[in-house]
């Protein structure tokens, strides 16, 4: 399902031909993507979403400004399935662009929702891409619609759009800005006008972009420092919490319009979500994972044969576990890599055979010994209950799993996709309760002073955290404005769900 509009009037509403599904609600979890004055730019966030592809599987789309126009294509799916032609990528001109990769879930969602969106403002046209998740996106709405908005899609996005429209600022520049002040939550956010790119990230940093730059004077932003190794673009910085920087033909300018806050980038970016080739702050996201496993080491210590990860995710820490522990690492579980992410499957009982689909012990590795396996994250706990039987099936002596991440007891409200609160196993059960449901001879999770150290601290600081570990802790840096709306409210956020 493609939609490809070559126009500069770039109609939200041939965006409503796909049917809208139940599952149709605020879900953004994904990677952006900008790139401005360089020939091909098309190409250029083509590779950098590919790069990206790990933050988002649903859907991609680019928008490319040439000439007074715009240009767009959009479609459910891979980056590498749905760009690769040369069609494809002439039909997206110019020498600026951005693009989004969209993060899988249950059900899925319409061809509406795909992003870049696009607008087209007094200004001039618009078209913007956002990593995170608003949340007062759906108060904004109400009251946005009540004034007379027509919204065409269900993401949270969308709100920004309507915001910088009803702005009274005079520039695009301070438009953008009064809009960013109005929304909270996470956000890291690319946009294009005629004449420049802009690049924001919210005034705490909760999500990642990074500034880079090409040989021939071209800039780039991105969700990661991976999509700047692909095309070749050295990494100039990380985009500083709260600033939004605008690149146009006289260069670059940066301003910080809000209140300077304590910074609290997502920890979870560190412990799973970003490519471990991808550096956070100057700092390796692998270097990192592997210290976690040896704190964990640190912590926990058992007397094993063998430390297995769990693929991929678990890996660098396993060999961190395994290089402080001084015990042999060993792949007892391979992977096969033609199976998506086992969030991508929408229900409980796709969602175990998923599992089996993507992972086989390698029997001769395991027979008769003692294992210390290690993942990076319990959820619903299907993975764990899964990979601890194939262990043992394959005849592992005994199977203890070490987790790489503190107890997953809150979700996540800034973007990244985890399901409601009774939904998470370590929100339901003890440890000691898990362990027995999971089947592991013993459970560990690595203790969140221990995943501070790891990432260079020297422990949580509980009055000032450094990051959002809201996953881990519960404690949301930001009011959950929806979250919290009366149930009139939400009530009206399902009727934006359009059940059929
Ligand atoms: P579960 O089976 O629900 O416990 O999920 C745990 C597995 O999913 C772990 O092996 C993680 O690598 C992976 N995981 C953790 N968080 C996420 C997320 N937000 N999206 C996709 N996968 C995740």
Redesign the pocket.
């Known amino acids: 399902m493609t939609d490809h509009i070559n126009s500069s009037n770039f109609s939200p509403s041939t965006l409503t031909t796909t049917p809208f599904t139940e599952d149709d609600k605020f879900h953004d979890?994904c990677g952006v993507f900008g790139v401005f004055n360089t020939p091909e730019a098309s190409t250029h966030t083509v590779l950098g979403l590919h790069a990206l592809q790990h933050r988002g599987q649903e859907a991609a789309g680019i928008v490319s400004y040439y000439e007074g126009q715009f240009y767009a294509h959009k479609s459910t799916g891979h980056v590498a399935d749905n760009f690769n032609t040369k069609s494809v990528i002439e039909s997206l001109p110019g020498n600026s662009a951005i693009g989004h990769v969209r993060?899988s879930t249950a059900g899925g969602s319409g061809l509406r929702n795909i992003q870049p969106l696009f607008a087209d403002l007094a200004s001039g046209g618009f078209a913007v891409a956002h990593n995170g998740n608003l949340t007062n996106a759906l108060t904004l709405k109400k009251h946005l619609v009540a004034k007379g908005a027509i919204f065409q899609s269900t993401s949270d996005s969308e709100v920004i759009i309507h915001l910088i429209a009803t702005s009274t600022y005079l520039t695009l520049q301070d438009k953008f800005i009064d809009a960013m002040r109005r929304i909270e939550g996470a956000f890291a956010f690319v946009a294009l006008s005629e004449d420049c790119l802009i690049g924001a990230r919210d005034p705490l940093g909760v999500r990642p972009l990074v500034l880079g730059k090409l040989p021939n004077d071209g800039y780039i932003f991105a969700s990661e420092t991976c999509a700047l190794d692909i095309i070749g673009a050295d990494f100039i910085r990380d985009v500083d919490p709260g600033e939004v920087i605008t690149i146009n033909k006289n260069g670059m300018t940066s301003i910080k319009p809000f209140p300077i806050m304590h910074p609290r980038p997502c920890i979870?970016e560190h412990?799973?979500?970003s490519r471990p080739d991808s550096l956070s702050n100057g700092t390796s996201i692998y270097k990192v994972r592997k210290n976690i496993g040896k704190e964990l080491a640190k912590e926990c210590k058992l007397n094993a044969d063998l430390v297995v990860p769990?693929p991929d995710?678990?890996v660098p820490a396993a060999i961190g576990y395994a290089q402080e522990a001084g015990i042999p690492f060993e792949l007892g579980i391979i992977r096969n890599h033609y199976v998506g992410?086992?969030?991508?499957e929408p229900s409980d009982t796709i969602?175990h055979l998923g599992?089996k689909l993507k992972h086989n012990a390698n029997r001769g590795e395991l027979d008769g010994k003692i294992v210390v396996l290690v993942?990076?994250?319990?959820?619903?706990?299907?993975?764990?209950?899964?990979?601890v039987d194939m262990v043992r099936q394959a005849g592992a002596k005994e199977v203890h799993l070490y987790i790489a991440s503190p107890p997953?007891t809150d979700p996540?409200f800034y973007g990244?996709?985890?399901?409601d609160k009774d939904k998470l196993?370590a929100s339901r059960m003890s440890i000691k309760e898990m362990a027995e449901y999971i089947g592991a001879d013993s459970l560990k999770f690595i203790s969140i002073d221990g995943l501070y150290r790891a990432v260079g601290e020297a422990n949580r600081d509980n009055k000032k955290p450094q990051y959002c570990d809201a996953c881990f802790s519960g404690e949301y840096p930001t009011p959950l404005t929806d979250n919290n709306a009366s149930d009139d409210d939400k009530q009206f956020s399902l009727l934006t769900d359009y059940k059929k």
Request: net charge neutral; with cysteine; proline share 3%.
């Open positions: 979890e993060y979870f412990v799973y979500f769990v995710s678990g992410r086992t969030f991508i969602r599992v993942d990076d994250s319990i959820v619903r706990g299907t993975t764990s209950v899964k990979i997953t996540c990244v996709d985890t399901p196993l």
